[in-house]
């Protein structure tokens, strides 16, 4: 039983790390950034725990402020964008979660390119991530459903 989201995450990531062309085939035929943006969650529980699109834009505004307020973190968004930050995860987590949205983003790989992330980059941000959906109440099984959707971007997201 996994009871943690970080572990969730964890258990993904070496799931993908594993086995990427065969997850690739089996998930998507339109290729590698396909497979690192993910596809939504099945079916309209996980939405309704997040709190439909209300709660996921107050998810999501708290999530903005403890990223670029985390200490561990906080520097890389200096100079960022917020605005479109903020307006490109909201969207980006309400398709992921299955809500009435569509992500016109960057895919992954290449918002992040250039950066220099690291695992630890991506490690603060996945728990920064836990204590929102925390804030906003969401139950565990929920948050599990929404770091395993974002465990296996992290291969897109980290290049040191
Ligand atoms: C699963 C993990 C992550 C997801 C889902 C994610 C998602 C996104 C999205 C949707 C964008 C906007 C793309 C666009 O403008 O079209 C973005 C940009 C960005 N992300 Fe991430 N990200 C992740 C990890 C990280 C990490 C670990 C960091 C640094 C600690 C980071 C820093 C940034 C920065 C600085 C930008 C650019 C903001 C700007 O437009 O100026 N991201 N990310």
New binding site residues.
């Given amino acids: 039983m996994i009871r943690s989201p970080i572990r969730a995450a964890l258990v993904a990531a070496t799931v993908i790390a594993s086995a990427p062309l065969a997850l690739a085939q089996a998930t998507t035929s339109a290729g590698e950034a396909a497979l690192a943006d993910g596809t939504p969650i099945k079916g309209d529980a996980v939405y309704k725990a997040f709190n439909e699109k209300a709660g996921i834009d107050r998810l999501t505004d708290d999530f903005v402020h403890r990223?670029t307020t985390d200490p561990?973190?906080a520097a890389?968004?200096q100079?960022?964008?917020?605005t479109?930050?903020t307006f490109?995860?909201k969207?980006?987590?309400c398709y992921l979660l299955n809500g009435p949205c569509t992500?016109?983003?960057?895919d992954?790989k290449?918002?992040?390119q250039g950066?220099g992330?690291r695992n630890r980059?991506?490690n603060?941000?996945?728990e920064d991530?836990q204590k929102s959906m925390d804030a906003e109440h969401v139950p565990f099984w929920a948050q599990n459903q929404l770091m395993a959707k974002?465990?296996p971007?992290?291969h897109a997201?980290?290049t040191k």
């Fill in positions: 990223i561990r973190i890389r968004f100079g960022a964008n917020l479109r930050l490109e995860l969207a980006q987590f992500y016109a983003g960057k992954m290449t918002a992040h950066m992330l980059d991506f603060a941000l996945a991530m974002l465990a971007m992290q997201v980290v």
